[in-house]
């Protein structure tokens, strides 16, 4: 348990880099104690470093790049990938369908060459055609490591970590799981020596009941980090054992990867208040909350699969946490709705009058600000950070997304205002199930 003396460290804060006084020397105990207490929690070792990062998943995906070497500013990829990079040396990153923007975005503009693994007939990424890649890389002699969301923030969709992890282990390829979906829910185990373990996990214990505040997390395999003879991803304050005016080739880094990483004064109290936010969740304990979560989510689905007017998005017939993203349809009384040019339900008829056919889906912002002034209830409308899945899920196809993008583009040349985009709403079924069931029904 997290001690309660962690309680007290908003009264007696203190410089973490020094314990020759009363107050930096107690700030330091609580700030390593609550490391370790997180470090605990999700399973990790001695073999396995643990970074407090920035802001969220985010950051921490972004540090993962930085510690491995291949993190560079935009402005430079081109000339390095083209000019300085063997392609022997070039990781070969291999992501998933439900990515979130961070976890995708941000490896792309790396140095590392990204493969994006597609969805199967089911609606779940394609296994077979990750083991293909797999193969081809791997007889290329490349470092390989695969970047996947433990669960999609979108639909809620579980993936199996396990055996993702026993698959590109099997290839050599290192295995990082982004829990920041997932992570309050569920237990998150690293074992990164096993065979079906993990080298590198991302989360936002921001996200956790009571963590909003805290940074991101990056608990990764120490043969990962590939500065050890390098400078550390940011130097600065509590880097270094030994820095002169004379000379730079004089500097003497500290070579713990958890000290080197943390650059400056630290995010004390954001590092104590995660560690509080995880003694939360230990306290309720995963077993409980995966319960409530699956009686929630089978509650939603039941309730909404019955509503021809509601399109719940993504495979519903596997395992997903309390996470759903819909389509709410308008109705019509037309009676050519459902038979135009031999497709049902593809005209958009928003001017024709109430019936109880299905029309036109709405704006996922403008259901989101109903539920919110009608009736009280925090959702959300839009892509959800994960804009090629979103596609994938309500169907956009090359033409079409190049449409909505260059009108996107002509109303962000004219206007400040955000531009409208395709959209659907989402929400997480932990605290309102039952009045939100009310709601929609």
């Not at 609580?30 to 396995?48: H, Q, S």
């Not at 291949?70 to 300085?84: G, Y």
């Not at 759903?324 to 040019?341: D, W």
Request: hydrophobic share 35%; with cysteine.
């Amino acid at each position: 348990m997290v001690p309660k003396s962690f309680t007290i460290c908003h009264r007696h804060s203190g410089n973490t880099h020094t314990s020759d006084s009363y107050v930096g020397d107690q700030t330091m105990k609580i700030f390593r104690e609550a490391a370790k207490y997180v470090k605990k929690c999700l399973g990790g070792t001695e073999d396995d470093a643990l970074i407090f990062c920035g802001s969220g998943t985010t950051a921490s995906i972004k540090r993962l790049q930085e510690v491995m070497g291949i993190a560079i500013p935009s402005v430079l990829k081109e000339k390095v990938v083209n000019s300085c990079l063997g392609s022997a040396e070039r990781w070969v990153v291999f992501v998933g369908p439900y990515e979130h923007h961070s976890n995708l975005l941000s490896w792309r503009q790396s140095l590392a060459e990204v493969i994006e693994i597609g969805l199967d007939e089911e609606g779940l990424m394609d296994m077979d055609a990750l083991k293909l890649q797999l193969q081809f890389y791997q007889n290329t002699g490349r470092p390989m490591l695969g970047s996947f969301s433990a669960c999609s923030n979108v639909t809620g969709i579980c993936s199996d970590t396990r055996s993702l992890s026993r698959l590109l282990h099997q290839f050599g390829a290192f295995a990082c799981f982004d829990f920041a979906a997932s992570g309050p829910y569920v237990d998150i185990d690293m074992r990164s020596a096993a065979v079906d373990g993990y080298d590198a996990i991302t989360l936002s214990p921001h996200k956790f009941l009571g963590g909003p505040g805290s940074p991101g997390i990056l608990l990764m395999n120490k043969a990962l980090y590939q500065l050890k003879y390098f400078p550390p991803s940011t130097c600065g304050g509590g880097t270094v054992d030994y820095v002169n005016f004379f000379d730079q080739k004089d500097t003497l880094y500290v070579s713990d990867i958890e000290e080197r990483e943390h650059a400056g004064t630290p995010q004390i109290i954001q590092r104590v208040k995660a560690a509080l936010a995880f003694q939360v969740k230990e306290y309720v304990g995963y077993k409980t909350i995966s319960e409530k979560e699956h009686e929630y989510i089978e509650r939603a689905l039941e309730r909404l699969l019955k509503n021809r007017n509601i399109w719940v998005l993504g495979n519903t017939k596997v395992e997903r946490q309390a996470i759903l993203s819909f389509l709410v349809y308008t109705i019509t009384s037309s009676p050519n709705v459902e038979h135009v040019n031999g497709k049902a339900d593809d005209e958009m008829h928003l001017s024709n009058e109430t019936g109880n056919k299905r029309d036109k889906p709405l704006n996922g912002n403008f259901v989101a600000r109903l539920l919110n002034d009608l009736f009280g209830i925090q959702a959300r409308g839009g892509c959800a950070c994960a804009g090629p899945y979103g596609h994938h899920l309500i169907g956009i196809d090359k033409p079409l997304s190049k449409d909505i993008r260059s009108a996107i583009e002509m109303v962000t040349l004219v206007s400040a205002i955000n531009p409208p985009k395709n959209s659907f709403l989402f929400s997480n079924m932990y605290m309102y199930l039952p009045i939100f069931l009310k709601t929609l029904h």
